[in-house]
């Protein structure tokens, strides 16, 4: 076999691909599947939290923000712990960024509340001197858009087996659920349920009464996302 | 002469021709002589010798090994196989080659079991290097300063952490977030009557119960709507004024007489103290104005050293 290998230099060629592509298969692949897996206590997106995602992506936050913690101590100690890839598991498309105008967002969550955004977006100057951040203000009375969000909620599910209505293990030992409506009438009365709590904790009268109409501000569902970075 | 060695000498020549001329045009552009440029500078020198040095060396090497290709003879016994009509002599491998293929093969194993898997640079191996180093230097420099070393160490923790919420001056941002140059605000102590509070402060589980779980002990009633105001404006009014005698007779009972706490029972009212804060730091805090998230990533010291310059800037 071997001799008439060296005589057909083209399937010799072939052969020798094909080694080392196996070889690059068997070192590359398990440990790309073990570094993609989600790590335990990444959730996915709750239906408020997607649409929360999306108007971060309509507004280009990624522009100036970006979610990628690195492993440096001056970073670890500003930002929390450093990103692991694991954790971007639910992220479609991942929203790194790649330049920080201002501060990475990655687990903004655990160090920021509902009152601080609200008053950040309305007026980031007033909250952190010298902010070069513009104010968002029409958020606070564009409604958000929730077919859509749960449109993308669904292709998850569906095409890439997000584990939605299924017990995810968190860090505690403990399981939690993340339900998904099975229409976008139930998807709508889950974010408003939401929306509600988030709202509660938020002073805008405009906004609290939006809420209570059954409407969802689109600051609202991005405070939502902005909570679950942790 | 053979004819190679005269081509040899030619180009050779040639060569040392277009050495001297490339010198030449440097010496024109740096506008110094070419003696200048050799005598001046070792580097030059040691330069040009090498060059002349690779040109004799290359051409008669290269001479050396055509004079073989013509001259040399096959020897010994071929193998009977044959590659597409090559054939092969029955030779000894040479020992240079099978020591250092060996010895390869030794450094790939070396290297396969204990050279890679012990030495090999990771990011995160030097993160945490990195941060043992600061954290044993920290150790070392912070863990024993106290008074006002500890505050001004407060202060620049609460500039990089606190006064996103805060504000510079410690004051809230216009009702936002906690005034801290005062313990509490009256809207605050009414608040945590109206509602109770449990942020698990001090270490106790025990919750404040709300309005409908407080007695005034004079009236020996519920604490009503005119009581709550005056008590809330006397906590806030630094314990003086009017509604001592509310305060006696319902608060004082967990906060103390002079409204500075119990351990394990209540924190004090009266002033802040660096326990109440690092707690608050611990466990995050919600009350009359909105949620304030724990702060975990702060170190004992850190948390130490805030509350010691709250409590510094309330006095």
Request: glycine share 8%; aromatic share 10%; proline share 4%.
């Amino acid at each position: 076999m071997f001799h008439w290998l060296e005589k057909h230099p083209f399937f010799f060629s072939v052969g020798v691909f094909l080694v080392i592509a196996f070889a690059g298969l068997v070192e590359i692949l398990p440990s790309f599947a073990q570094a993609s897996r989600p790590v335990i206590g990444t959730k996915p997106y709750s239906i408020l939290e997607t649409t929360g995602r999306q108007i971060y992506i309509k507004n280009s936050c990624n522009a100036c923000h970006s979610q990628l913690i690195r492993p440096f101590k001056s970073e670890t100690d500003r930002y929390g712990h450093y990103s692991l890839s694991g954790e971007y598991a639910y992220d479609r498309p991942f929203l790194w960024g790649s330049k920080r105008t201002g501060p990475d967002l990655m687990r903004v969550g655990n160090y920021r509340t509902t009152d601080w955004h609200e008053n950040h977006m309305k007026d980031p100057a007033g909250v952190v001197p010298g902010s070069v951040m513009p104010a968002y203000r029409w958020m606070y009375t564009n409604i958000a858009d929730i077919p859509t969000a749960y449109a993308e909620q669904l292709t998850n599910a569906q095409f890439f087996s997000v584990p939605y209505n299924e017990p995810i293990p968190m860090k505690d030992g403990t399981t939690e659920v993340v339900k998904m409506g099975n229409n976008v009438t139930q998807a709508h009365a889950m974010a408003l349920a939401e929306a509600k709590e988030i709202a509660a904790d938020m002073k805008d009268q405009n906004v609290k009464d939006a809420v209570a109409r059954g409407e969802i501000p689109e600051i609202v569902a991005l405070i939502a996302y902005l909570n679950s970075l942790k | 002469m053979n004819k190679l060695y005269l081509w040899g000498i030619i180009i050779t020549i040639i060569m040392f021709a277009a050495t001297f001329y490339t010198l030449v045009i440097t010496a024109g552009d740096s506008g110094k002589g070419l003696s200048e440029i050799l005598s001046n500078d070792i580097i030059n020198s040691l330069a040009i010798a090498g060059a002349i040095t690779l040109v004799i060396i290359t051409v008669f090497v290269v001479i050396k090994y055509v004079r073989q290709m013509q001259t040399d003879t096959a020897q010994g016994q071929l193998i009977d196989e044959q590659w597409d009509g090559i054939g092969e002599y029955l030779n000894e491998i040479p020992k240079g080659w099978g020591i250092a293929f060996i010895l390869t093969m030794v450094w790939g194993m070396w290297y396969f079991t204990i050279g890679y898997p012990l030495n090999a640079y990771s990011q995160i191996g030097e993160y945490n290097e990195d941060s043992a180093v600061h954290n044993a230097k920290f150790e070392s420099k912070y863990s024993a300063i106290t008074g006002d070393r500890l505050v001004d160490m407060g202060k620049s923790v609460f500039l990089a952490e606190c006064k996103v919420c805060h504000g510079l001056n410690a004051d809230g941002i216009d009702g936002k977030a906690a005034d801290l140059n005062v313990r509490i605000e009256e809207k605050t102590v009414k608040f945590a009557i109206e509602n109770g509070s449990n942020n698990h402060l001090l270490g106790s589980e025990m919750p404040m119960p709300d309005r409908n779980g407080l007695f005034n002990s004079n009236t020996g009633a519920l604490i009503t709507d005119a009581e709550i105001d005056i008590v809330s404006k006397y906590v806030a009014n630094g314990m003086s004024g009017a509604g001592e005698d509310v305060f006696m007779g319902t608060c004082a009972a967990c906060h103390g007489e002079d409204g500075k706490g119990m351990e394990y029972v209540a924190p004090s009212v009266a002033t802040f103290t660096p326990e109440l804060v690092t707690n608050i730091l611990n466990h995050g805090k919600k009350g009359s104005i909105g949620q304030m998230p724990a702060f975990e990533r702060l170190n004992a010291k850190q948390k130490e050293a805030v509350g010691a310059y709250v409590t510094d800037l309330s006095k």
